[in-house]
């Protein structure tokens, strides 16, 4: 078992960054390893042992932690809520899409998902402690492929060859930061990510399930999401989501 989680991500970023993607991915980025100070602040400050249950994200978001390296890394929720921002230098990719430039913590788009995600657990916890004492965000894969338009493309829409390649090294993160973590439960935040836990962590005596993805490309997402993780989370014998653990 890995003596601290960062570890199981830099072996992760390292072993992501020598794959290759061909057409239609245009360009990839690897906020682990650009922007690996904030994001290693994120796991140092929250991520603990014996949470309840692991949230997991599907891959960063062009305007979340492709700016910040923090999972759902709206920049306004990084900076203010969970109080990151100053642990070092974001760098830059080594491929670069002009439309879009990774900016760091000077970005001023905002992650509509991750503004919805951290907005609810300001909502529901009051306090980062209060949060991460039952939960941790995590991503379950840590590239973020652009179209050569500009557009984001998800793992899922990867070409077979790619997929299992990459997949393959995701699930073997999940699975060493799930031993680290020992949680109850994996929650996928949205349905492909419920998928690739169950995948991987097969087995495994854990709890699985989903709340919505909080993205506003989901017309479910627009109708109320809040009330919908609530009612997701309690399902699963996670709620209330206002109490202390």
Not at 45 to 66: D, E, I
Not at 77 to 99: C, M, N, Q, S, Y
Not at 102 to 121: D, H, I, T, Y
Not at 215 to 243: I, K, T, V, Y
């Amino acid at each position: 078992m890995a003596k601290d989680l960062r570890a199981v991500y830099r072996a992760l970023s390292d072993e992501v960054e020598r794959l290759r993607f061909g057409p239609p991915v245009s360009c990839v980025y690897n906020p682990l390893r650009y922007a690996r100070a904030p994001h290693e602040a994120y796991l140092a400050r929250y991520a603990r042992p014996g949470v309840q249950a692991v949230l997991l994200g599907m891959n960063p978001g062009p305007f979340g932690m492709a700016q910040t390296g923090v999972p759902f890394g709206e920049v306004a929720a990084v900076t203010g809520w969970l109080g990151l921002g100053d642990e070092g230098p974001i760098a830059r990719p080594a491929r670069e899409h002009p439309k879009r430039p990774v900016q760091g913590f000077s970005c001023a788009r905002s992650e509509v998902s991750g503004r919805r995600l951290w907005g609810w657990a300001q909502s529901r916890f009051g306090t980062p402690a209060r949060f991460f004492r039952r939960f941790l965000v995590l991503n379950y894969c840590p590239l973020a492929f652009l179209l050569p338009s500009g557009a984001n493309l998800t793992p899922d829409k990867l070409g077979r060859a790619e997929r299992e390649r990459l997949f393959a090294a995701c699930d073997r993160a999940l699975a060493a930061a799930v031993a680290w973590l020992e949680p109850r439960a994996v929650v996928g935040v949205g349905a492909f990510a419920e998928g690739r836990a169950r995948a991987a962590l097969s087995g495994r005596e854990l709890a699985f399930g989903r709340i919505p993805h909080p993205s506003p490309a989901s017309p479910q997402a627009n109708r109320g999401w809040e009330a919908q993780a609530d009612a997701a989370l309690a399902a699963l014998g996670l709620g209330p989501q206002g109490a202390p653990p």
